[in-house]
């Protein structure tokens, strides 16, 4: 999984402690997201932990991932970011087929 691959590079598994991002959004006075554009699972996990409601989580569009970016979103996907039920089976399939550009490309 990409996290465990970061972790054991890095030390940790992101530098930039989303557990501070809410409070920003509670600075706000914000307490609902009716919908929340973000796959990541760090994001929505320190929103919802911290109180603020997430109505609905919105994926990111099929259109709008460019085609050399499969490999990196087909990953994080399959390591915990957001993916709608309908998709799952498809993202699971994905990440067994998807294979990444060589260095010399």
Same mark, same amino acid.
């Given at each position: 999984?990409?996290?465990?691959?970061?972790?054991?590079?890095? !030390?940790?598994?992101?530098?930039?402690? &989303?557990? %501070?991002?809410?409070?920003? %959004?509670?600075? /706000? $006075?914000?307490? =609902?997201?009716?919908? /929340?554009?973000?796959?990541?699972?760090?994001?929505?996990?320190?929103?919802?932990?911290? $109180?603020?409601?997430? %109505?609905?989580?919105? +994926?990111?569009?099929? *259109? /709008?991932?460019?085609? *050399? +970016?499969?490999?990196?979103?087909? +990953? =994080?996907?399959?390591? !915990?970011?957001?993916?709608?039920? *309908?998709? =799952?089976? &498809?993202?699971?399939?994905?990440?067994?087929?998807?294979? $990444?550009? &060589? /260095? *010399?490309?």
């Amino acid at each position: 999984h990409t996290h465990t691959h970061t972790h054991s590079v890095a !030390g940790v598994e992101d530098m930039r402690f &989303q557990e %501070l991002m809410p409070d920003a %959004l509670h600075w /706000l $006075g914000i307490t =609902k997201i009716d919908h /929340l554009i973000s796959m990541s699972d760090m994001k929505y996990n320190a929103i919802t932990e911290s $109180g603020i409601k997430v %109505l609905e989580r919105v +994926a990111i569009p099929d *259109d /709008l991932i460019p085609s *050399d +970016a499969h490999v990196e979103i087909d +990953a =994080k996907m399959y390591a !915990g970011y957001f993916v709608p039920e *309908d998709k =799952k089976e &498809q993202v699971e399939a994905n990440f067994k087929s998807t294979v $990444g550009r &060589q /260095l *010399d490309e």
